[in-house]
């Protein structure tokens, strides 16, 4: 019944998130096979298998990614030798270049790399940023009319470009060189740029298929340099930019992305670039305690030692945000300072600025989030089953935050979440995220002929549309929503890797998880689960979470751990007794190291209602 599956909070039915779990099979032979052949140990053998790497080359490949033979890009990306040529030419006669970025962690970490590598290589060359108040998302022609005012000869635009088919004819009437330089969805018809650099266009099969926006522009850079032979001393900095990109714009940590964000997970706390330095600062990532206040107190205070590596979530949940909050609800100008600065002080200037922008989104988030909440709640919950998505369109919420809202949301209903406010009382912007079963990008091109701009990928887009169109853009989405998703479809997933008890959880198994690290897009984090878990202390902690101290009896001998749910307020008190499905995380405080839980599912102990097992060509578009 339709308040089963969507029942909306009550003291009796809050306490438990809406998920499914769906459990790996375990394949033995072929773990065993692993086991002897690269002397792994078991679990990491199963782990590589729910990853699809089954054989022993694939498997070595991916535990050393250093050891992955990778073809020259020249042979890779088509229009690279074409994008060579022009900036060499645009160099060799200083001809003015432009880069056009976007305001997200991506598109603003590949204008930096870019402008940071071009000045070093004796470019002309400055940057336009569209504003995502007054502009939207892209190039647009009032950028290219500007650049050509100037006299601006080469445009370059980094992560956008693919599908603004008229900005880039108009700069080629107007004589403007452009090269594209994306990883967004292909549109049906290709902008007539001089080059398109977009590993969309390349084989499925290359390692360089999943490269973010700065990862393309990590390429031109790098390359650029190589042939002007001019590469010393550029690679580290344009590295620490790829790797903070990379990650905040959650691109998959496979083939060349996974090579080289290990290497620059390394590089990226020792960095000599003063952005990065200040970010690290501002963000409390040193082994000192190191508070924001004494940054803004003192501008040019002494660095603190910088932590030996980072992890993917260092960058994906402290440096990423306080980049993408500037993005959303700021000026992009400060982070542009902040990556291609000299200057300590103007770093950290810009790094605080970042910090108490941070600090407004997230205070901006939660209000909307609530809101959303209860309008959802008052309206769509009780026909979700049939519409199978979520559409929330409301006046005066700010468009920069309100991709973070939809998240959130997906979360909660588990159901694809378009999300939207109007500007003025014609026009609706906004934003989409999507569960693995809904391609978003799809759905987006199926409704296209009701919508104005949009774009974006699998998981997530933007979009813009006239308001009277809204309630039948709304019906179009449900139409192609239900010829996606079926009803078992409609909740949150949990792909759990493998059941563990509490005994074996210690750090020489956290050690053997850090072969299959950098974790991310993917490449997830290992997800375990342990049944009949009982809880002995639970507490509010910060804003919303819930601390734990967790026990299971194993052979008469009960063993006892500390966990965390972040955000689970609703749901507390958890049971006593329950079965878990978590990460493992490493604390370190006051000097000591202990492994504890991230929880992320609950169910009573024993309920194997919704279980299914993972199998290996698991479907997850339509």
Known sequence: MLHQAFPKPTAQNKRLPHQRWEFYQQQPEIAQNLVKTISISPIIAQLLINRGITSPETAQEFLDPESLILPPPLEEFPDLAVSL??????IASQAKISICGDYDADG????????????????????AIPSRMHDGYGINNRIVEECHTVGVELIITVDNGISAYEPIARARELGVNVIVTDHHDLPPKLPPANAILNPKLIPESSPYRGLAGVGVAYILAISLAQQLDKIKGLVQPMLALFTLGTIADLAPLTGVNRRWVKRGLKYLPHSQLPGIKALIQVAGLQTTEYRQQEIIEQISPPSPPPPQSLKPEDIGFRLGPRINAIGRIGDPEIVISLLTTDNMAVALENAVQCELTNTNRQQMCEQIEQEAIAYAEKEFVSSLLQDRVLVIVQPNWHHGVIGIVASRLVERYGVPVFIG??????QIRGSARGIPEFNVFAALQYSHDLLGKFGGHKAAGGFSLPAKNLLTWRSRLCEF???CLQPQHLKPLLKIDAQIHFHQINH???????SLHPCGVENRDPLFYTSHVRVLEQRIVGKGHIKLTLSQTVNDQQYQIKAIAWRWREYFPLPSLM???YKLRE?????????????LGIRPANDLSGDTTVRQNYQSSC
């Open 85 to 90: 040529e022009l900036l060499q030419q645009a």
């Open 481 to 483: 929503a239900n010829q």
């Open 587 to 599: 604390n370190n405080f006051n000097g000591s190291t202990t492994i504890e839980l991230e929880l």
């Open 108 to 127: 603003m970490t590949s204008t930096a790399l870019l402008l940071r590598s071009l000045r070093s290589l004796g470019g002309q060359v400055d940057y």
């Open 508 to 514: 020489q198994l956290y050690q053997q998880l850090n």
């Open 579 to 581: 079965d878990i499905a």
């Open 421 to 426: 406010t109007y500007e003025g009382e014609e």
